[in-house]
DNA sequence: TCTGGGGTCCTGAACCAT
DNA sequence: TCTGATGGTTCAGGACCC
């Protein structure tokens, strides 16, 4: 706690939804719902118009959709917003070297580390220049915090929303803190909430007249000492540069919960092996294995091994992961899984017994997680460390049709009775026919996985996947209803079994989709050179060689409705082309502002 | 109504070594 | 050798955050 206001917290406004309202001139003043558009998904952000109808964060999507069913529902486009974000963090280090992001649109700042002010007014006008700064930059509008700690720097920001700035000069502290819900403090959730309230604590005041004694009785050490000191407006935490990264982990929610032990051993596997990915792309090894099982029930459980020395070898996790599984009852069906390591190390020590199993495992078919050992591994190599990044990622997301495919067919070719997991997978996603056969976990089903789509057509929108497999282009695909009337894509819910996560999420919407939309097309693939018809995915950034930049609005029947509108442009016209039309190709995001993030959103 | 994904931190139980 | 205290590590679960 410091005697100076000069402690920054930045907060962006519906980050999410602006940066879509920003780069779509039509979305502007409209409901905007970023989140995953599968019957499972949530909202991760609406913006003020959509909050108007009681929509927001962490929302049910079907109830988001019930309070306000002419909203325009987007799939999160992570990239962009990651490039947008690193303008704002540019500007914040600007100030200090002391910058400590919390997220993509959250970072506190110590001004007094950048010698930026030593006083009130100092602050304030730092406050202030900055918030032009960054509309000018982004043309988006942050909320700013100034206080003598982080605690009240975060909350003054949520004060300031949206669009102000709030300075909580230090003496006043307590005082304005009295009357706020115990809510308003960083580390009181739901459950401690409620714990509260059931003490009859309702405000912060109520919480520091109730003594550390009585906090600790209640909330145990640590958190009852923290939070009674918060309550006192006493927060002395430094901000911090840097921060290691303790854990990596994947998890997927499946549209419909799995049954078969096969197809659920499969997806641990995928698991591990996109886990890994993420763990050699951050330079980290582990020694902490955990599995994460959801049930039909909600109910989560984890399990952990920790291993002699950390690996960063697939086979290794792999085995790990599924050694865990054996340990967990799956009876009543599983909603989802995850795999994640911790105990971080950022060295790799050399395995000499990981690379004996992958060599053996993984190369001459013989994986002890493989499901089917006689069927030798397509891949042949460790993905990883090929850096068939493809097989890694594809998953259940960045290609939607090829991994459905290859489920689907796994459950069919493992299921006799038809397998409920595989035979919904098959019939709503499609895309066999592209399906990569290296997405299968063995022969048998690759085969069975590669017949051609009986679908046809845009029955096949699911399988935009290869396309999307070596692209870092997230999946974009989007439901767009009362723009302006023109016809919404709505899939069909649960149709597919595509998986939560943000690639999935654009993979629930393609499979759900079937004939709608939802699929992206081939981005940079090369016009697709077979006989494999183009797919647009509602959201998507498309160029037209006549119209200029535009983004798909919906698809359909052999037709994708484009509108054709620039961030620095009013609203624009929407047309209609055929799915095929030689003058239309997928483009990369452009420049919310002069040429700042599409470059590096490409 | 029906609950994502990726994290961090804390607590308590069990186990082991000293 | 047995017992109890103590402390570190592992494991599992839960709460919270964005």
């Known amino acids: 706690m410091r005697a100076a206001p000069t402690i920054l917290h930045l907060d962006m406004d519906a980050f999410y939804a602006s940066v879509e309202q920003a780069s779509k001139p039509s979305l502007r003043g409209k409901a ?3 989140g995953g558009l599968g019957p499972r998904g949530v909202v991760a952000t609406a913006s003020y118009e959509a909050r ?6 962490a929302m049910p999507m079907a109830q988001a959709r019930r309070l306000c069913p002419n909203g325009a529902y987007l799939i999160p486009r992570f ?39 030593f006083d009130s007014a100092a602050a304030r006008a730092a406050g202030e220049r900055l918030r032009a700064d960054i509309l000018a930059a982004t043309g988006l509008s942050g909320s700013v915090g100034l206080a003598g700690s982080k605690m009240l720097a975060k909350v003054a920001s949520e004060e300031a929303k949206p669009a102000g700035l709030l300075l909580i000069e230090p003496g006043t502290e307590r005082e304005l803190l009295a009357p706020m819900s115990v809510r308003t403090l960083p580390g009181v959730g739901p459950v401690t ?45 430094p901000v911090v540069a840097e921060r290691d990264t303790k854990s990596v982990s994947v998890e997927d929610t499946f549209d419909v919960d799995l049954h078969d032990r096969v197809r659920i051993r499969y997806e641990v596997q995928r698991l591990a092996d996109r886990c890994v990915g993420r763990l050699r792309d951050s330079g980290h090894s582990g020694r902490t294995i955990v599995l994460k099982v959801r049930r039909y029930d909600f109910s989560t459980l984890t ?96 290609v939607p049709g090829a991994p459905a495919g290859a489920v689907g067919a796994l459950g069919a070719a493992l299921d ?60 974009v695909a989007a439901e767009v209803h009362g723009a302006d009337g023109a016809p919404g894509s709505t899939g069909t819910p649960g149709a597919g079994e595509a998986r939560g996560t943000v690639d999935s999420v654009g993979a629930s919407g393609a499979s759900g989709a079937s004939g709608a939309s939802g699929a992206s097309g081939e981005p940079r693939a090369g016009g697709g050179v077979g006989a494999v018809e183009r ?42 082309f055929r799915v095929d039309d030689p003058e239309l190709a997928p483009s990369d995001p452009l420049p919310l502002v002069g040429d700042g993030p599409a470059a590096a959103a490409g």
Request: no cysteine; proline share 7%.
């Open 32 to 34: 905007v719902i970023v």
């Open 52 to 57: 108007r109808f009681g929509v927001h964060s």
């Open 79 to 117: 990239r962009l917003y990651q490039a947008v974000s690193e303008i704002v963090m540019g500007l914040l280090r600007e100030l200090s070297p002391l910058v400590e992001p919390l997220s993509l649109d959250e970072a506190f700042v110590d001004l007094e580390a950048g010698g930026v002010a």
């Open 193 to 237: 909430g409620q714990h509260l309230r059931r003490a009859g604590i309702t405000t912060v005041g109520e919480l520091a007249e109730a003594g550390e004694d009585e906090l600790v009785r209640m909330l145990g050490r640590s958190h009852g000492v923290g939070l009674h000191r918060m309550a006192l407006g006493l927060d002395d935490r």
């Open 303 to 398: 399990r952990s091994e920790t291993l002699r020395g950390p690996t960063d070898a697939v086979a290794v996790v792999r085995e790990a992961a599924a050694r865990l599984l054996e340990s967990v009852d799956t009876t009543g069906g599983v909603r989802l899984l995850g795999v994640g390591v911790s105990g971080l190390a950022d060295y790799t020590q050399e395995d000499l017994f990981a690379f004996a199993l992958a060599a053996e495992g993984e190369g001459a078919g013989l994986d002890p997680a493989d499901p089917d050992p006689a069927g030798p591994d397509p891949v042949g190599l460790d993905p990883v460390r090929a850096g068939a990044e493809g097989a890694v990622e594809r998953g259940p997301g960045a």
């Open 416 to 475: 006799p009775v038809g397998g409920v997991d595989g035979a919904r997978v098959a019939g709503g996603a499609v895309g066999a026919a592209e399906a990569d056969p290296s997405a299968l976990p063995d022969g048998p089903a690759g085969t069975s996985g590669t017949r051609p789509s009986p679908d046809g057509g845009m029955g096949a929108a699911g399988a935009d996947g290869d396309a999307e497999a070596g692209s870092d282009r997230p999946a």
């Open 535 to 576: 797919r647009w995915g509602a959201g998507s950034d498309v160029w037209h060689a006549v119209y200029g930049a535009g983004w798909v609005q919906g698809s359909g029947v052999g037709r994708v409705t484009v509108r054709f509108e620039r961030p620095g442009s009013g609203p624009g016209r929407v047309r209609t």
